[in-house]
């Protein structure tokens, strides 16, 4: 690693929560949607625990969009807020197909601890309100599935073989694209950029959320193991 690199924020949040991070990238969830061992009704439990957690990410994007410091910025980010609500949104759609059940609706979500945990530490976030406090969830949530997707993906492109179901190729393959690693190492950047340039009451209360956001996606995965 370049010295560069190694005084990355990002980075050094990772590596000092490593416990809580690699809980999540090597999850047993993950591990057996790589290996295409997952159970359907795990995955199906999966489907619609994060069908829910959508509306609280929609509208965590939706605040970096207003608290992004230019229009390139907030261009950024809203063109993941399309993404969201457009192609993950018809995966998810498709997927419920498959699994013959109707998708949650917004206006009925689905009710569970994990959802009303995520739901609060984004809300958390908000209350400061600044561009650095809502990067502290976005980075590390998404960070995460860039990892274990392009981990998988990599593994593919080295002869392993990719899932059958398409609902767990088609997921692995949306967050090993370029255009999403791109985005995380942009975002990743904006993070690293504004912690270096805040104030030390505010980089702790990012630190805090960075370690609250890899709590609660292992905490997510294994949510999708209970009966």
Known sequence: MSQQASERLSDQLRDTHRTEWDAAVAHRFVRELVADTIDDKVYARYLTLDYGFINDLTGAVGHAVAMA?????????????????????????????????????FDNPLQHPVLDDFGALMARQRIPGTYLDILAVLVPVEWVYLTWASAASDAVARGAAMPERFY?????????????????????????????????????????AFKDALKLEARFFEATFED
């Open 69 to 105: 410091p230019g229009m390139p910025e907030k261009t950024r980010f809203s063109q993941f807020l399309g993404v969201l609500t457009d192609e993950e949104n018809d995966y998810f759609l498709r997927s419920f197909a498959a699994f013959g059940q109707p998708a949650p609706t």
């Open 168 to 208: 767990l190729a088609e997921w692995i393959t949306l967050h090993a694209l370029p255009a999403f690693r791109d985005f995380v190492e942009w975002m990743r950047a904006e993070f690293d950029r504004e912690a270096a340039e805040a104030d030390a009451a505010s980089r702790t209360r990012a630190e805090a």
